[in-house]
């Protein structure tokens, strides 16, 4: 069986900073991709950025420049570096991640329970 549980969600003033964790636990062989997604209300779930094994990154146009993802292997965790913060990005945020949980077996998708970000002044 394999977790994720984010933190680091909260109330931000236009403008400020917030650091998203996620960390992974439970039967882990490896871990593949690393990934932020999110979803404001009414809307759909979007991908904000994603990290590779190697460390190769994709970003959402929308949080280019603002927005940074990093993982830490050894801790099983990636995060989110989010500055400039807007009212736009005010959604739940989720962390997806593609797990192998032995060496013989397939590579499955996982999510967490989601993070509150609210942008508001």
């Known amino acids: 069986q394999v977790q994720l549980v984010e933190s680091g969600g909260g109330l931000v003033q236009p403008g400020g900073s917030l650091r998203l964790s996620c960390v992974a636990s439970g039967r882990i062989f490896s871990i593949n991709f690393m990934a932020w997604y999110r979803q404001a209300p009414g809307g759909e779930r979007e991908l904000v950025a994603r990290i590779s094994t190697g460390g190769s990154t994709n970003y959402a146009d929308s949080v280019k420049g603002r927005f940074t993802i990093s993982r830490d292997n050894a801790k099983n965790t990636v995060y989110l570096q989010m500055n400039s913060l807007k009212p736009e990005d005010t959604a739940v945020y989720y962390c997806?991640?593609?797990?192998?949980?032995?060496?013989?077996?397939?590579?499955?998708?996982?999510w967490g329970q989601g993070t509150q970000v609210t942008v508001a002044s």
């Open positions: 997806n991640t593609q797990i192998k949980s032995s060496l013989y077996s397939g590579a499955y998708d996982y």
